[in-house]
């Protein structure tokens, strides 16, 4: 493989949100082949800690409508902002699936627990740079209910697991972003020789 086609596929990754997206439904088939990568993620003593709950079809409008549920349930009345829970209820609509990405702390103590975080997140971006390759948008969020203790209960996790964001996947009809850094990369790197 040529270090080009790669460079190609993370420069072109973007976030684009499930409101972009345009309804039609990617073959669960793909959504697979994405998941077998985010598998090929780097992983401390193996214990390969990432889980997927993937919601596809009726289940992530049902979702949707769990998580606004969740939302206010746990919000308290004062708080509570109706523009909110319809966004929520909403936000799956023109998404085809929707992948949580939870951690599942691995049976080795001795591994850190921000370690098995990160690997999570390398699968989260291997799974990313495959929808990247293969055409499709994608969006990974954290907003809502999804980190609140509500959310891993919804999604059967243990005390000492995390949700770490929802990724939405569709199709988006609109033009891709222009892609732009803030800071120069001289900026980010120090060289010692």
């Not at 921000?114 to 699968?123: K, T």
């Not at 740079?129 to 059967?156: F, V």
């Amino acid at each position: 493989m040529e270090i080009a086609n790669l460079t190609t596929i993370i420069e072109q990754r973007r976030n684009i949100k499930p409101f972009s997206m345009n309804g039609k439904k990617i073959p669960d088939e793909q959504i697979q082949q994405l998941l077998e990568l985010a598998n090929w993620a780097p992983t401390h003593g193996y214990t390969e800690p990432w889980y997927f709950a993937v919601f596809a079809g009726d289940a992530v409008k049902r979702f949707c409508a769990d998580h606004a549920e969740i939302y206010k349930a746990n919000t308290p009345a004062e708080k509570f902002i109706q523009g909110n829970y319809e966004k929520l209820q909403q936000q799956g609509d023109l998404a085809s699936h929707l992948i949580a990405i939870c951690m599942k702390r691995g049976t080795k103590p001795g591994i850190p627990e921000l370690e098995e975080i990160v690997a999570v997140g390398c699968a989260a971006q291997n799974m990313w740079l495959g929808a990247t390759a293969l055409g499709l948008a994608g969006y990974w969020g954290s907003g809502g209910m999804t980190l609140h203790p509500a959310m891993k209960e919804y999604l059967s996790l243990r005390e000492e697991d995390k949700v770490l964001g929802l990724f939405y996947l569709g199709y988006t009809d609109e033009p891709i972003p222009e892609g732009r850094r803030l800071k120069p990369l001289e900026e980010k790197v120090k060289w010692e020789k």
